[in-house]
């Protein structure tokens, strides 16, 4: 993906050598206590140690036996580790539970891992990509050990107990820990990072209806603390209760405005689908201004390098700050393409809107409907400019109709980076 990252996950290899286990940094605010006890790396961790040759050669000959069993291994896993921690249900997505993609994720992102035993870097900025998710939900050590145990109950359930055990049980209990300590040392990174871990409450300041499906909130923590600057494309997770489901869920959201340090602004499109979209509609039909949210520290790694000099993209707000209907983007609805020069006051930008009601050409947008790189000319692109990279954003369709035009006009693979709203059909074997 080719995004930019300050985690340094080359550092964090080899796993061995992570051993942290106090974190160094006293600007934190923990604001749960039982979270600030487990982002220390607790030393009860299983560290069964690097695999052995044979070990490697038995998890990568077995892959494609237990991917082929996938969907069954991850209905199994999820239902056994819910129903042993129902508190999990607070921390997973329950629609994505129900629809039974991203029950998949997990268990493809460890075949994943072990198809690369040998050499993971060509995966390792989809492992980054998912510690900055886990990262924004809170995910802690300790809850490893919960998902191992489970995922590996799972294999051994239905790949049969006779065949999953002994040598092959061995192996992949050594892959497990040794991708979960990879995440470990990668998340307490992240951690360390941020000023406060858990969740933390903010006040609605002002919420603003941007059109009749996308709306604006404004959160200031409630503590009135200063917030940390973040880069733009960076995104925080929220946390609300559901009463229709009984326990909390969280979502991620972009923030959607230009970094500062007095509020955080969110842009959310509501789901009308004909299921509902869970968050979207609770937030819009019950967060008002003077409500409370948990907010996460913001986190991703996808964010826009000072030196990138042109963004084509759906949804994400530039450091200028110049597009405040970035967000109207995260259905096709409405799309954008930015034009950034490295001083703010050269910003040209070429919208694409759908929904133009009230909008004004030439202001608001410059052409109605999808994008369509092929109205803009190579100039208004600047592909033939190696220095101008493209940061494409928004539904996984979308990255790959763009990603497919700019590449057909010579746009080197390595300018173009993504960032999904959705988990990757395959987030981690890079295909
Ligand atoms: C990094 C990142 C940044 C993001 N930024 C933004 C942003 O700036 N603005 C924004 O609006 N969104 C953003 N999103 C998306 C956002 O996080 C949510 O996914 C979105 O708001 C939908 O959440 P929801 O709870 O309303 O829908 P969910 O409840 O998660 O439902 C999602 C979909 O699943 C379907 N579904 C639910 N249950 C079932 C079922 N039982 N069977 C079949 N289908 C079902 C629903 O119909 C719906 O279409 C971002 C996501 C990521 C990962
Ligand atoms: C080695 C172990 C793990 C692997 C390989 C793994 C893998 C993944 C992957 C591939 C995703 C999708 C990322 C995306 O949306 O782009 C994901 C998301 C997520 N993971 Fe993990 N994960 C692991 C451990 C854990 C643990 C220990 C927890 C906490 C109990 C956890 C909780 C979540 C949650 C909550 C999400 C967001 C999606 C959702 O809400 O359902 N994961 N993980």
């Given at each position: 993906m080719g995004s930019h990252s300050s985690s340094g996950i080359q550092d964090t290899?080899?796993?061995?050598?992570?051993?942290?286990?106090?974190?160094?940094?006293?600007?934190?605010?923990?604001?749960d206590s039982e979270m600030a006890t487990n982002v220390k790396m607790p030393l009860d961790l299983p560290n069964p140690g690097p695999l052995t040759e044979a070990q490697k050669a038995l998890v990568k000959s077995t892959v494609p036996i237990l991917e082929k069993q996938g969907p069954e291994i991850t209905r199994r896993f999820y239902k056994a580790m819910l129903s042993a921690n129902p508190d999990l249900k607070n921390t997973f997505n329950n629609s994505k539970q129900q629809q039974g993609g991203q029950a998949e994720a997990l268990a493809r992102a460890v075949y994943g891992y072990a198809a690369h035993i040998d050499d993971p870097t060509p995966i390792l900025p989809y492992v980054e990509r998912i510690t900055h998710k886990h990262a924004s939900l809170n995910i802690h050590p300790s809850q490893y050990k919960i998902v191992g145990h489970h995922l590996l109950s799972a294999i051994t359930e239905v790949v049969g107990p006779s065949v999953f055990q002994g040598a092959l049980y061995d192996a992949w209990y050594a892959a497990y820990w040794e991708l979960a300590r990879l995440f470990i040392g990668l998340e307490e990174k992240l951690y360390e990072g941020a000023e406060w871990v858990g969740w933390r409450e903010f006040v609605v300041r002002e919420r603003k209806e941007e059109t009749e499906d996308v709306c604006s909130f404004y959160l200031v923590p409630k503590d009135g603390g200063v917030l940390p600057g973040y880069k733009p494309g960076q995104y925080i997770s929220v946390q609300r209760y559901i009463p229709e489901l009984g326990f909390n869920q969280s979502r991620q959201y972009s923030?959607?405005?230009?970094?500062?340090?007095?509020h955080f602004r969110i842009s959310v499109r509501r789901d009308h689908s004909p299921i509902p979209g869970t968050l979207s509609n609770n937030l819009h039909s019950t967060l008002h201004t003077g409500d409370t949210i948990q907010v996460a520290f913001p986190f991703g790694e996808f964010f826009l390098s000072?030196?990138?000099?042109?963004c084509p993209s759906s949804t994400t707000s530039t450091s200028s700050g110049v597009h405040s209907l970035a967000s109207h983007a995260l259905n096709n609805e409405t799309t954008s393409l930015l034009t950034l020069h490295p001083s703010p006051s050269q910003v040209k930008r070429a919208i694409f809107y759908s929904?133009?009601?009230?909008a004004v050409q030439g202001q608001d947008y410059d052409f109605a409907g999808r994008m369509d790189l092929s109205k803009l000319g190579d100039e208004v692109l600047r592909?033939?400019?190696?220095?101008a990279e493209y940061y494409v954003c928004g539904p996984e369709r979308f990255m790959d109709d763009i990603g497919k035009s700019l590449r057909g006009r010579g746009v080197d693979v390595t300018r173009i980076h993504s960032e999904m709203f959705s988990a990757a059909a395959n987030p981690i074997s890079g295909n």
């Amino acid at each position: 993906m080719g995004s930019h990252s300050s985690s340094g996950i080359q550092d964090t290899l080899p796993l061995a050598a992570h051993t942290s286990t106090t974190c160094t940094c006293k600007s934190h605010i923990f604001i749960d206590s039982e979270m600030a006890t487990n982002v220390k790396m607790p030393l009860d961790l299983p560290n069964p140690g690097p695999l052995t040759e044979a070990q490697k050669a038995l998890v990568k000959s077995t892959v494609p036996i237990l991917e082929k069993q996938g969907p069954e291994i991850t209905r199994r896993f999820y239902k056994a580790m819910l129903s042993a921690n129902p508190d999990l249900k607070n921390t997973f997505n329950n629609s994505k539970q129900q629809q039974g993609g991203q029950a998949e994720a997990l268990a493809r992102a460890v075949y994943g891992y072990a198809a690369h035993i040998d050499d993971p870097t060509p995966i390792l900025p989809y492992v980054e990509r998912i510690t900055h998710k886990h990262a924004s939900l809170n995910i802690h050590p300790s809850q490893y050990k919960i998902v191992g145990h489970h995922l590996l109950s799972a294999i051994t359930e239905v790949v049969g107990p006779s065949v999953f055990q002994g040598a092959l049980y061995d192996a992949w209990y050594a892959a497990y820990w040794e991708l979960a300590r990879l995440f470990i040392g990668l998340e307490e990174k992240l951690y360390e990072g941020a000023e406060w871990v858990g969740w933390r409450e903010f006040v609605v300041r002002e919420r603003k209806e941007e059109t009749e499906d996308v709306c604006s909130f404004y959160l200031v923590p409630k503590d009135g603390g200063v917030l940390p600057g973040y880069k733009p494309g960076q995104y925080i997770s929220v946390q609300r209760y559901i009463p229709e489901l009984g326990f909390n869920q969280s979502r991620q959201y972009s923030l959607s405005d230009a970094p500062n340090t007095n509020h955080f602004r969110i842009s959310v499109r509501r789901d009308h689908s004909p299921i509902p979209g869970t968050l979207s509609n609770n937030l819009h039909s019950t967060l008002h201004t003077g409500d409370t949210i948990q907010v996460a520290f913001p986190f991703g790694e996808f964010f826009l390098s000072s030196s990138s000099s042109t963004c084509p993209s759906s949804t994400t707000s530039t450091s200028s700050g110049v597009h405040s209907l970035a967000s109207h983007a995260l259905n096709n609805e409405t799309t954008s393409l930015l034009t950034l020069h490295p001083s703010p006051s050269q910003v040209k930008r070429a919208i694409f809107y759908s929904d133009i009601q009230g909008a004004v050409q030439g202001q608001d947008y410059d052409f109605a409907g999808r994008m369509d790189l092929s109205k803009l000319g190579d100039e208004v692109l600047r592909v033939g400019d190696e220095s101008a990279e493209y940061y494409v954003c928004g539904p996984e369709r979308f990255m790959d109709d763009i990603g497919k035009s700019l590449r057909g006009r010579g746009v080197d693979v390595t300018r173009i980076h993504s960032e999904m709203f959705s988990a990757a059909a395959n987030p981690i074997s890079g295909n």
